[in-house]
Structure formats: C-alpha cells, structure tokens
C-alpha cells in the first residue's frame, strides 16, 4: 500500500507539471495570446481552490478509496476529452477535470500514507514520496521532448506509430494526453481492485466544518498565511510556466529542448534544494532560511529577466533551488501559529494553491501589454509576499535547532516564543 502511494505522488507530479514545457506549443498550435494561454494552467490550479475543502469533506463522508477513485475517473475523462478533441475550448474544462482529480488525490493520499506506513514512519515515508513526487516532475519535460521530436517521425517504435496514428500530425505533443488517459485508466483499474486499509482522520487531517472555516478565514494570522500559500504557488507556477517561453522569445532557445530541460532542471532543483533545506533549518530558525532563500531567489529571477542568454539559462532552474524550502517553512510556521483546528487550516491552506492558477494570468495579461519581461516582474510581489513572512511571522512552537549549551556540549533546543 505505502508503494501505491508511492506510485500515486508519481502519477500526481507527471500531470500537474507538464503544463509549464509545453505552453510555447500551446501558444503556437492554437495561435493564442499569452493571455489566452495562460488559462490552461489558470482551469487546471483553480480546480484546486475549487475542490481542497470539498474533498476533505467527501473522504469524511465516504472512503479514501471512492475519492481516489473518482479523482482518476476525473482525470481519465479530462486527458481523453483532450486527446479525442485537441483544440483550446476543450483544453480549459478538460484540464480543470484533471486538476479537480490532483486536488481530491492531495487531500485524500496523506491520510493513507499515515495508516498504511505507520505514524512512527510517517516522517520518512513524507520525505520519500515528496522526493518521488519532485523526480517526476523532473521527468516529464523530458518525456515531453522525447515525445515531440519522435511521434511522426520513428516508425519502428511500436508505441510512437500507435501515438502518431492519433494526433494531428502538427499537434506532436498532444501523445502527451492520450499517455496520461492510459496512465489515468491504469490506476483506475488498479485502484478499484485494491483493498485499502480503514483510515481515521486524526485532529490535523479532519477539514472541519464549514462555520469553522469561515471563523478561521477572519482570523488576520490565517488570512495572511492564505495569502503567502496563495503567493508561494504563484512564485513556482509563474517561474515554471513561462520560463521556457521567456528563453524563446528574448534567447531564442528551442522550446522542444533546451527550454523543457530549463523546466526539468527547476524542478529537480527544487527537489535537491529541499534536502539543502532539511539540514539548515536543523542548524538556523526557520524564518531566517526563509528571508535568506527569498533574496537569492529574487537575486536569481533579477539575473534571469536581465542577465545575458548564458546567464538566464542558469538563473531560471537556480530559482527552484531557493525557492525548495518555502512551502514547508510557511506551512509549518502557519500550523505552529494556531493552537488549534489544524485540519481546517490546512485545508485553507491548500486552497491557496489556486495562486498557481492566478499569478500565472496575471503575468500573461501583463505580458500582452507590456511584454513578457516586463509581465514576469510581478513574480517579484510574490515573492516579496513570501519574503516578508520571515519578518512578521510569530509561531507558538518554533523549529527545534541544533544549539550549543553553557557547557559547550550539543544539545537539540525547541525555544518557544512569549
């Protein structure tokens, strides 16, 4: 069971980070504004703002299992109405279907993982399955460059023929959707057939009622915690998405490789930078990390907007490496800021991963108008929206550290704040 989790982050980090490689097809294939294009990423990460609560609620209804498997029937019938109909007014609803299919996993997944691995594991088997999840993402925009440069063209490989014979000859990357369709209907079937253990919600799983949703949402430390989820998921999904169409426009770099390996390269450093991240906030307070990991991000996207072709091309994936401890630093500090209803907070949290669905749109709109470096320079708001949580934020518990006592000997030190 923990190995079908395992396979399920897999699955999850394939379908939602393919978007950012593939946007310069998109926009050339349907001949789109920056603006039209970004709201395929806008319907895919509004489906989590739309579905993180309600989920939480149909799995205390329910079962794990029947969201699970919902949420792979959602997203078989999101990537096949794509793949069947490839234009841009399928492409909204049907990526809304597969992100409301995301959001349902992301709540219903963690909950298992306790249960099936062990609450004592439960810290490792987290570590892992986010390491997983970020491998996939370092993944797929090579499967996206594979596919593209070899659909059509290698007849001798029996599956890139089979692809070839169902996509517009000059929509090569649409093979993505019929892959994600099979890989959806997989799971589906697999889902449905396994047994799952019987989870109970503990305190900080449970999403809570709607009243205390709304009681929290007028509380100023949750609201402003909202808003820096909402501007961290913003920050991530406005870099990845429009990088490879930034070094297309102003570097003239190939999209198809060179700017997919880009994306590849952010997201796998953002996997290595969380390791990076484990061992200094063992060593310094969170929020100090925190305010150090912004500037060298902001200091990165600087040297990536105005910085020569060489330069952008490094700064860009440099980003995802500072960017690696953001989210678990403000979740935590958001979690150890109430003494309370951590279920619902989390919830609230999470549907502040609708800034990736927002920002995005922003920077496309900007960048109608005013060109696209000039659009990316509101990444630098996000980012100072993330920044400034290492200045005002005030948790009840902090990060345990490693310290030195009066006698010189090491000890571990949890120093709470007044």
């Known amino acids: 069971m923990v190995g079908l989790v395992f396979l399920i982050f897999f ?223 913003g920050s991530e999904q406005g870099t990845a998405d429009w990088m490879s169409q930034f070094l297309k426009t102003y570097h003239h770099f190939d999209p198809q490789t060179t700017g997919a390996y880009a994306v590849s390269w952010f997201w796998g450093l953002l996997t290595a930078g969380c390791l990076v991240g484990m061992v200094l906030l063992k060593i310094f307070d969170s929020t100090r990390v925190l305010i150090v990991f912004s500037f060298a991000a902001v200091a990165a996207l600087t040297l990536a907007l105005f910085g020569s072709a060489e330069w952008s091309l490094i700064a860009f994936p440099a980003i995802g490496l500072f960017a690696s401890i953001m989210w678990p630093v403000i979740i935590s500090l958001a979690l150890n800021s109430v003494a309370e209803h951590h279920g619902s907070v989390s919830g609230v949290l999470c549907t502040g991963i609708c800034g990736g669905a927002i920002v995005p749109l922003i920077i496309g709109k900007l960048g109608d108008l005013f060109g696209l470096q000039i659009g990316m320079l509101f990444l630098y708001v996000t980012f100072g929206c993330v920044l400034s949580v290492g200045f005002w934020a005030r948790p009840l518990i902090k990060n345990k550290i490693i310290g030195r006592s009066q006698n010189g000997h090491i000890e571990v030190t949890g120093n709470q704040s007044i």
Do not use: C
């Open 11 to 233: 699955v999850m980090s394939l379908l939602t980070n393919i978007l950012a490689p593939i946007i310069p097809d998109i926009l050339q294939s349907f001949r789109l504004s920056l603006t039209a294009a970004a709201f395929l990423p806008f319907s895919f990460f509004a489906a989590y703002g739309v579905m993180s609560i309600p989920a939480g609620m149909l799995i205390s209804t329910f079962s794990e299992k029947a969201v699970i498997v919902f949420a792979f029937a959602a997203a078989l019938f999101g990537a096949l109405s794509f793949a069947l109909f490839p234009t841009y007014s399928v492409a909204v609803p049907s990526l809304f279907m597969i992100g409301a299919g995301m959001a349902m996993l992301q709540v219903a997944i963690n909950p298992l993982l306790r249960v099936a691995g062990g609450e004592e594991h439960m810290a490792f088997n987290s570590a892992t399955a986010q390491f997983i999840f970020g491998s996939a993402s370092f993944l797929s925009p090579y499967l996206y460059s594979y596919l593209v440069r070899n659909v059509g063209r290698d007849r001798s490989n029996v599956v890139l023929a089979a692809l070839a014979s169902l996509v517009p000859s000059r929509l090569p990357w649409v093979s993505l959707y019929w892959l994600f369709a099979l890989i959806s209907a997989l799971m589906l079937a697999g889902m449905w057939m396994t047994r799952f253990p019987a989870v109970e919600l503990n305190a900080g799983e449970a999403i809570g009622t709607w009243p205390t949703l709304m009681a929290l949402l007028r509380k100023r430390v949750v609201l402003m915690y909202f808003i820096s989820t909402f501007a961290y998921v």
